[in-house]
């Protein structure tokens, strides 16, 4: 649905972004990871069309965004950081001005409009002028202004940015929902909203993509090891002398007694190497069973960091 080819954007001397290139398949929401001046924004403003790019291509839905951008944008709904509402408007009044300006054709206006309403919470909303609204609510109102015209494609930049915890759930959820028939881009620095929400992660640091994965995966693609907790039952210098002469392990330590005669150790392994049976089958052969083994994966955050840290570092 997304396809984006070696993207490159420069002001003046500075690349915003760098040969960006990534494809999104069709109903997959990804999110899109990080720090402040990484390329985010102008990623997605050269896909929405807003910017041109010096070098690259991007397409939607097969469209050149860059050589046909009106018949592209037909396809994408977009939702800046700060959405582009009309205070002085009802919400009913602005969702017309907006199916006005994307001379929206083949849908009718009022039941498209209504349907929108429901689907990102407003209905008992419509009249109000977007004024009186919380910020919660003109959230969802810059999310109904996306949807108008029903876009394959909605791409969201910090939806949920300055929103309480009770608004953030309510948005996160308009958002599942809307993921079950639309391709999604998702930015955002909150990065439990990419594990609650999102089923991929790209992250872009110095213009440039970094990781391109599943949350789930990104731990072991930073480090390329496996870290464990294992419980083992027996005498602490017997079991690090045997953890240690494992080939793979590079790393063992007891950390604390769990329970009468039984340490929790925590083992870690050489890159690429899963040192699981081999070190079951020299602690059975030692006379040393294990209680409980559970891997250790890195928090999305820690994920992040690292990532920004080792690889964007060497741009």
Known sequence: MIEVSALTKTYGKKRGIDRVSFAIGEGEIVGFLGPNGAGKTTTMNVITGYLSANSGAAYIGGIDVLEDPITAKRKVGYLPEQPPLYMDMTVEEYLNFIFDLKKVRELKRAAHLSEIAALVGLTDHYKRLIRNLSKGY????????????NPEVLILDEPTVGLDPKQIIEIRNVIKALGKSRTIILSTHILQEVSAICERVLVINNGQIIADDKPDNLSSMITGDRKLSVRISGARDAVLKTLREVDGIRYAEATIQAEQGAFDYLVEAVPNI???KPMFGALAKAGLPILRMTAMDLSLEEVFMNLVASKGAKK
């Open 138 to 149: 003109k959230q969802r109102v810059g999310l109904a202004q996306a949807l108008v015209g």
């Open 274 to 276: 899963d040192i699981r």
